[in-house]
């Protein structure tokens, strides 16, 4: 029997593959095609303290290979999604993996207090890396400090078990560095990767695509990032646990990642081109791996990185 069974800090799931945050809301369209169940986990958008309407329209733009998105943390605000969401995915059975975002380090300090009696969680994604901020001094995964601030705020208000994972950007000179300092500051795992800083200017109007002109791109044009940077952080902390994402389409680009040392994979960009790829990735990766001469997804895990003679 082939084991499919994977863990990121002390949570551990029935197989690898995960939504994308942000691009399955909480997971109610998604439903309607199959059994949430059928997932590693759903990890939610990322939710503030309070009620956001995002940024002005338009938020999307079609690039090669790739799509550029400027939503601006558009949502209910913790309570609502505590009272509404939260209920409705512990009554659906699945493992629900909650995404915070904050615009201060008190906010996430706030947002951890919020969630930590909250049952049914499996893990907190901890998002210090969206793209779509007014200020970009707020991407807190784009420096060392203000990383390790929130990560240490999450920390210490989290109490018990709930496992971190520290979502990164690769915008950056060296995600190893800031990987180190967000698990120096307590993360247990690591989300790999966010968007990565684009824009689009439409040769007709002559005029930025997006109204927040700035975007996030994601699709498979980012996957060799996505690729690069888990490879990287993967070879200076092989004991810290990667979820990854970027760009994967198909079972084969799940696999790709997991050689580069991701142990779970969320899927985000490809379900809005069809809301089942998650369901297609997972059999794929399966049949991938089997025939690949594995006997557990967990031996393929950083296979990338092993030299001949020491397999
Ligand atoms: O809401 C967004 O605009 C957004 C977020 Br929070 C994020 O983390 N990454 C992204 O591409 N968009």
């Given at each position: 029997m082939f084991n499919f069974e994977t863990s990121l800090g002390q949570a551990s799931f029935a197989n690898p593959i995960f939504t994308a945050s942000g691009?399955?809301?909480?997971?109610r369209e998604l439903s309607q095609f199959f059994e949430?169940?059928?997932?590693g986990a759903v990890v939610t958008k990322s939710i503030m303290l309070k009620p956001r309407s995002g940024?002005?329209?338009?938020?999307m733009a079609e690039t090669p290979s790739g799509m550029l998105n400027?939503?601006?943390?558009?949502g209910p605000g913790i309570d609502i999604f505590l009272e509404k969401d939260i209920p409705w995915l512990r009554d659906q059975g699945a493992n629900i993996v909650v995404s915070i975002a904050g615009e201060s380090v008190e906010d996430y300090a706030v947002l951890a207090r919020k969630l930590r009696s909250v049952s049914g969680i499996s893990a907190l994604e901890v998002n210090i890396s969206c793209p779509n901020v007014e200020n970009r001094g707020q991407v807190f995964a784009c420096h060392p400090e203000t990383a390790r601030a929130a990560i240490e705020a999450v920390r210490r208000n989290i109490g018990g078990e709930l496992p971190i994972i520290a979502k990164l950007t690769?915008?950056?000179?060296?995600i190893a560095m800031i990987a180190e300092e967000v698990v120096a500051a307590g993360a247990d795992a690591l989300a790999l990767i966010n968007t990565v800083l684009g824009m689009v200017i439409d040769?007709?109007?002559?005029?930025?695509?997006l109204a927040g002109k700035t975007g996030g791109l994601s699709g498979p044009a980012i996957r060799p990032v996505a690729v690069r940077a888990i490879y990287q952080v993967h070879e200076a902390m092989p004991q810290v646990k990667i979820l990854g994402m970027g760009g994967v389409a198909t079972g084969r680009d799940a696999f790709e990642l997991i050689l580069a040392g991701a142990s779970a994979v969320s899927i985000g960009t490809a379900t809005f081109g069809n809301p089942t790829a998650v369901m297609k990735i997972k059999e794929e990766l399966k049949a991938g791996l089997i025939a690949h001469?594995?006997?557990?997804l967990k031996e393929a895990v950083?296979?990338?990185h092993r030299v001949e003679g020491n397999l």
């Open positions: 691009c399955a809301g909480s997971g949430l169940t059928e997932l940024r002005a329209t338009p938020r400027s939503i601006g943390l558009q690769p915008d950056v000179t060296s040769t007709n109007t002559m005029r930025p695509k001469g594995f006997d557990s950083g296979y990338a």
